[in-house]
């Protein structure tokens, strides 16, 4: 079981443009949620994915916004970078939405310049 | 509003000397509170959670409500203790993680 996957690992983006973040869940999880980690902090909830709809939701803006596939897969997207956007996001998958089970991929480094 | 906070950046210790991971939170319900380490180069992954009562590698935690905190010991540290460690907390509907900025604990021989 190669457990959850992320894709690219590192990514470099200029200020204004869009990005998007792919996740494969964990064999057998339902549910991804998406965490953004910036240097020196500890992540922070973005959003989560359940049966193809985003089920609650952190305190970032309208610029970020997901998707689930009915593989379950995942995809955030974050429009009109800035600079401030660059973070390490993690994607963490489980069976359900309790945060318990959460298994976290090794995450996708963004730098916007 | 749920706040976890993790007043250490950084704590070194040598090799058999006991350890202690400070985390404080805010919450006015009954939160659940987890202990995840990151080694270096490897992903973020669950250390021990509250409800379970456990010791794993040696490491255990007491949430203590009156205090509001969750601090994680360990009577004799290793080196290959050495990590980043985050105290979270979960509550309301429990589907979400709130993270501390978390402590790198450095085990020195």
């Known amino acids: 079981d190669a457990g959850v996957t992320q894709s690219p690992t590192h990514l470099i983006k200029t200020r204004g443009q869009q990005v998007t973040l792919r996740c494969s869940p964990k064999?057998?999880?339902?549910?991804v949620s998406w965490y953004q980690q910036a240097l020196g902090q500890g992540p922070q909830f973005i959003f989560q994915?359940?049966?193809?709809?985003?089920?609650q939701r952190g305190n970032f803006p309208d610029r970020f916004s997901g998707h689930q596939f009915p593989n379950y897969s995942s995809e955030l997207n974050v429009n009109a970078l800035l600079l401030g956007d660059s973070a390490l996001y993690l994607c963490?998958?489980?069976?359900?939405?309790?945060?318990?089970?959460?298994?976290f991929g090794s995450g996708t480094r963004l730098t916007v310049v | 509003a749920q706040r976890v906070t993790q007043p250490e950046k950084l704590l070194s210790v040598f090799k058999g000397a006991p350890v202690e991971l400070k985390c404080n939170y805010s919450?006015?319900?009954?939160?659940?509170l987890f202990w995840y380490v990151q080694y270096s180069r490897q992903r973020l992954q669950l250390l021990l959670r509250?409800?379970s009562r456990e010791s794993i590698k040696g490491f255990t935690a007491d949430l203590n409500k009156g205090e509001t905190s969750f601090h994680l010991k360990k009577p004799f540290a290793q080196e290959e203790d050495s990590a980043m460690y985050y105290c979270?907390?979960?509550?309301?509907?429990?589907?979400?993680?709130?993270f501390g900025s978390g402590t790198k604990l450095n085990v020195k021989p």
């Open positions: 963490a998958s489980s069976r359900g939405q309790g945060a318990r089970g959460y298994t």
């Open positions: 064999s057998g999880h339902d549910t």
């Open positions: 994915y359940y049966e193809e709809e985003e089920r």
């Open positions: 919450y006015s319900g009954s939160p659940e």
């Open positions: 509250h409800i």
């Open positions: 979270a907390l979960s509550a309301g509907n429990f589907n979400k993680f709130y």
